[in-house]
């Protein structure tokens, strides 16, 4: 269970920010497997870009909570593993990204999880434009903490 201090949106609230660097105490990252968003810091003060952490077979990975296509959050996408790229998928048309460099591997196949060239075709004419989101570096320090910054 998080012991974080949530913000009045129930989201995770980093404890440090400094210009683009996050950090996030050891009592308030989840245990492997793990996932949060930083979508404000300490003050409340709203980021301008959410950041999705995800623990990924005991790495942490950093990127855009948001898919391009149609601002929609990535928080409770599958993650997939293609050879040793780990990647989220969006849950709502299938965009899939790189956790390790942002890159978006696939766009627009369907809805909800299921590939429908139908659905997608539609789907791309309403959103963004195939686009990478922002990939953020992860360290582990030796406190237990996270620090988040740019690649």
Not at 38 to 55: F, H, W
Not at 84 to 90: A, V
Request: hydrophobic share 35%; glycine share 8%.
């Amino acid at each position: 269970m998080l012991r974080a201090p949530l913000t009045p949106t129930g989201r995770l609230a980093a404890r440090h920010f400094f210009s683009s660097i996050a950090t996030v105490q050891k009592a308030d990252v989840p245990p492997p497997g793990g996932r949060f968003v930083i979508e404000e810091d300490r003050d409340g003060n709203a980021l301008k870009d959410p950041i999705l952490v995800v623990s990924v077979d005991s790495a942490w990975y950093a990127i855009d909570a948001t898919c391009p296509h149609m601002k929609k959050s990535m928080e409770k996408g599958s993650i997939v593993t293609d050879g040793d790229t780990p990647q989220i998928q969006c849950p709502i048309h299938n965009s899939r990204f790189s956790l390790k460099t942002g890159v978006c591997t696939q766009w627009v196949t369907g809805v909800l999880g299921y590939d429908n060239k139908l659905a997608s075709g539609l789907a791309r004419k309403v959103g963004g434009e195939k686009q990478n989101v922002k990939a953020y570096s992860v360290v582990e320090n030796d406190d237990g903490s996270l620090t988040i910054d740019t690649q």
